[in-house]
């Protein structure tokens, strides 16, 4: 069991069915919070909730998809009424596909910016109201290693996740007077559903980053988790605007 590090918090994290998301959520209750997992995978999202709290006393499940501004506005809604506060955002869900600059039709772009990164403005937007009543809060945005480095045949994800960085730090200093942290978390090559389904089709990503990654190996989503915990502790205190890396090495 955890240390209470979370102890009165409620946490609200997108994309939660499955994944780092999952991760984070298991984490945040062990550690005392309250956490409300949202998703457009229903079923994976209803049975996530269960398993980690059976009696759903500790964790709920709501459908939610990121890029519908009405969705946001009813999923905050709804935990602001059930559970009286919002102390931590983790905008977690993205999408990750392939393709270079000649290759990405501008679908494909606009498909992974509006999950990406109009995801996260919204999740921010409809949030904040909420925290700046508390004068308090802590937002956690999931960039990745894409959003610190560039990634050459991921256009349209790099464009995406540097997008996340550069928002967390204008947010960040718009929000600093009003109590509010906003950070990014930056993970490398993290061993989570969107990894495997990539491994599956015979991108041969593993084999890859086991050759680029100083540690030598992938991690695991609970490696990410403990990040988000620190962020979403009041132990980061003096942390805003900032980028985390969790990439074993590999931007060093
Ligand atoms: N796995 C990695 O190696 C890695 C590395 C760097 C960054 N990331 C980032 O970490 C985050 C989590 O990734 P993961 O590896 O756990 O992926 P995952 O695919 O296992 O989980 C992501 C979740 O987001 C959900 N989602 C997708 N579109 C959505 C939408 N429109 N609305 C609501 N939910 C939606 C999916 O249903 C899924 O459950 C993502 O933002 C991803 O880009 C992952």
Redesign the pocket.
């Known amino acids: 069991m955890g240390n209470n590090r979370l102890a009165g918090k409620v946490a609200l994290i ?2 939660g ?5 999952a991760s984070e959520a298991q984490l945040f209750i062990e550690e005392g919070a309250r956490v409300v997992i ?4 229903e079923d ?1 999202g209803q049975e996530t909730a269960k398993r980690l709290s059976p009696d759903g006393s500790v964790c709920t499940f709501l459908r ?4 519908n501004e009405a969705d946001w506005s009813a999923v905050v809604d709804e935990v602001v009424k059930s559970l009286g506060q919002i102390d931590i955002l983790v905008n ?5 596909e392939r393709g270079s600059v000649l290759d990405t039709s501008l679908e494909d772009f606009e498909r992974t910016m509006d ?2 990164v109009t ?1 996260v403005f919204l999740g921010m937007k409809t949030v904040v109201p909420h925290m700046v009543k508390r004068q308090k809060g802590s937002i956690i945005n ?1 960039s ?2 894409a959003g610190i480095q560039g990634t050459p045949g991921f256009l349209a994800y790099g464009a995406s996740k540097w997008a996340v960085r550069g928002m967390t730090k204008g947010v960040a200093k718009e929000l600093a007077p009003l109590g509010i942290r906003v950070n990014s978390i930056h ?4 061993d ?4 495997q389904t990539f491994e599956a089709a015979g991108e041969g990503v593993r084999d890859a980053v086991r050759t680029r990654i100083p540690l030598g190996y992938e991690a695991e ?1 609970i490696h990410v988790a403990r990040m988000a915990l620190y962020l979403g502790s009041d132990e980061s205190a003096y942390s805003t605007g900032s980028e985390f890396i969790v990439d074993g090495g590999w931007t060093a």
């Not at 939610?64 to 890029?67: I, N, Y």
């Not at 977690?92 to 990750?96: C, E, Q, R, T, V």
Request: charged fraction near 10%.
């Open positions: 997108t994309g069915a499955r994944g780092m998301g949202t998703d457009v995978r994976v939610h998809d990121v890029t977690n869900a993205g999408i990750f999950i990406n995801g999931i990745s290693v993970p490398g090559i993290i989570t559903p969107m990894l989503p």
